[in-house]
T-cell receptor, first 114, second 114 residues
Framework: ETGVTQSPTHLIKTRGQQVTLRCSSQ?????VSWYQQALGQGPQFIFQYYREEENGRGNFPPRFSGLQFPNYSSELNVNALELDDSALYLC?????????????FGSGTRLTVV | AQSVTQLDSQVPVFEEAPVELRCNYS??????LFWYVQYPNQGLQLLLKYLSGSTLVKGINGFEAEFNKSQTSFHLRKPSVHISDTAEYFCAVRNFYNTDKLIFGTGTRLQVFP
């Protein structure tokens, strides 16, 4: 059984650019949630995807967007990058009907915006 | 609104000593509570969770936590720590008002000294 995998592990972008982060969910998990963890902070919920549609969103601007694919993998896209977007981005997949009770987190993508 | 407070940003302790990491939450409804550990440059690993039932929850690596509804606390304890327990620890509460997501505290850095 494979866990949650995220790619890339590290990324450096310039302010104003766009970035795409990827997440492959654990086998059997159909829901993917994305979190942003700024340095020295706890993770903050960005949004969740279920059946290829956004299923809830945190307090993040529209330049943060996502996709979920038929195989349940997911992408997080961020447009017009700002310096404050520098963070560790974590995705978590979960089993149908269990929500956070069955969260499995990936190792994250470290994004640095310069 | 739900929130989580981790009262100690850092906890230094010597190897083989006991440790308690404190967590308080605010919620007007029943809660699910979680403790996660994060090692340097890694994602989040679930230590233990309280969903219902016994208020004393045992987790991995010898950790346990006690749910105290009257004090709205969920403190994490270990009777004897190892150097390898050095990491960041996050307490989290489930928010199910509109989206099944986790609300995290700001974390406690456990530093174990030889």
């Amino acid at each position: 059984e494979t866990g949650v995998t995220q790619s890339p592990t590290h990324l450096i972008k310039t302010r104003g650019q766009q970035v795409t982060l990827r997440c492959s969910s654990q086998s059997g998990h159909n829901t993917v949630s994305w979190y942003q963890q700024a340095l020295g902070q706890g993770p903050q919920f960005i949004f969740q995807y279920y059946r290829e549609e956004e299923n809830g969103r945190g307090n993040f601007p529209p330049r943060f967007s996502g996709l979920q694919f038929p195989n349940y993998s997911s992408e997080l896209n961020v447009n017009a990058l700002e310096l404050d977007d520098s963070a560790l981005y974590l995705c978590a997949s979960s089993l149908p009907g269990t929500g956070v009770s069955s969260y499995t987190f990936g190792s994250g993508t470290r994004l640095t915006v310069v | 609104a739900q929130s989580v407070t981790q009262l100690d940003s850092q906890v230094p302790v010597f190897e083989e000593a006991p440790v308690e990491l404190r967590c308080n939450y605010s919620s007007s409804v029943s809660v699910y509570l979680f403790w996660y550990v994060q090692y340097p440059n890694q994602g989040l690993q679930l230590l233990l969770k309280y969903l219902s039932g016994s208020t004393l929850v045992k987790g991995i690596n010898g950790f346990e936590a006690e749910f105290n509804k009257s004090q709205t606390s969920f403190h994490l304890r270990k009777p004897s720590v190892h150097i390898s327990d050095t990491a960041e620890y996050f307490c989290a509460v489930r928010n199910f008002y509109n989206t099944d997501k986790l609300i995290f505290g700001t974390g406690t850095r456990l530093q174990v000294f030889p």
